[in-house]
Structure formats: structure tokens, C-alpha cells
């Protein structure tokens, strides 16, 4: 029984490789099996709600496209990082759905630098510091920055993907 060193060098690289490829294989599955798959439905879960939203703006008034995407939000059972993405291109959905013209004038002559404001709009509607959910704050403060956004730009809004 020679203790040969190379052949236990040869040995431990032997399995390195095999629990990298191990690794590798794991990987492969969970993204193919686990990540793709819900990536799909969250995907598919947010574009059904802005679908709807191109229609249900129709009887809304800009403020109330507001408050329903910051709901849509907190009951979104997508990805939230995909669901906090979107919030700005559903509210701009909502909004080009009519005419906004008279509503928009109070929003045209919001400081945009006035943080402030879109904080004590969500307050307004229940979404204040209160709120234990931070990522519902910043869904509430993103929607109603959207609207000024909508507004501001004379109803063209620059959200990519909503024309």
C-alpha cells in the first residue's frame, strides 16, 4: 500500500468536477422546472391586468385608476419585483383608456422635486407610512407618479410599451 500523491491529487479533482456538475445539473432544473415556469405566469397574470385595464379605464376617473392598480398590487400573486415593475404601465393603460384633459389640470402644476406630495396621496387612500408593506408604498407613490407623468406630458404618456 504505496500512498501514491498524485493519485490523490487526481482524486480530489476528479471530485470537484463531479460536484460542480452536480451543481450545474441542479441549476439547470430549478431554472427550466421552477423559474421559467413562474417567470411565464407571473408574465401572463400582469398582461391579463393591463388588458383589462384598457377597457375598465373607460369608466374610471384618473385618480380611481390609481387607487385600483395600487389594490391590483396588493393582491398581485405574480413575482412582486414583476408586479412593482409594471405598476406605472398599468396605471398609464388605465389612463389613456379617455380622455383625461380636465382632470389632468390640478396634476400639471405638481412640483415634480415635491416628494412629499406623492406620500400624502397615498395617505389619502390608505397607503401611508402606516402600511406595513414597503413595496405596497412604493406601488402607491409609482402610480400617482405615473399619473402626473401622464399628465404633465399632455396624456402622451412616456412609459415604454403603452402608446
Not at 385618480?63 to 392598480?69: A, F, L, P, Q, S
Not at 389640470?105 to 397615498?122: G, L
Request: net charge positive; with cysteine; proline share 3%.
Amino acid at each position: 500500500m504505496s500512498s501514491d500523491p498524485q493519485h490523490s491529487v487526481d482524486k480530489r479533482g476528479r471530485n470537484a468536477w463531479i460536484v460542480i456538475g452536480g451543481l450545474f445539473a441542479i441549476g439547470t432544473f430549478l431554472a427550466v422546472f421552477v423559474v421559467f415556469p413562474n417567470l411565464k405566469s407571473s408574465a401572463m397574470t400582469i398582461q391579463t391586468k393591463i388588458v383589462s385595464l384598457d377597457e375598465a379605464g373607460k369608466g374610471m376617473t384618473a385618480e380611481e385608476c390609481v387607487k385600483d392598480v395600487v389594490g391590483w398590487y396588493a393582491s398581485c400573486d405574480a413575482m412582486p419585483s414583476m408586479c412593482l415593475q409594471e405598476v406605472p404601465k398599468a396605471v398609464a393603460h388605465c389612463l389613456k383608456a379617455k380622455d383625461r384633459a380636465a382632470e389632468c389640470a390640478p396634476y400639471e402644476k405638481v412640483e415634480v422635486a415635491d416628494a412629499r406630495w406623492t406620500f400624502e396621496r397615498c395617505e389619502s387612500i390608505g397607503y401611508g407610512k402606516d402600511t406595513k408593506d414597503s413595496d405596497t408604498r412604493k406601488a402607491c407613490t409609482a402610480s400617482w407618479r405615473a399619473l402626473e407623468q401622464f399628465c404633465k406630458t399632455h396624456q402622451k404618456s412616456v412609459i415604454w410599451g403603452v402608446k
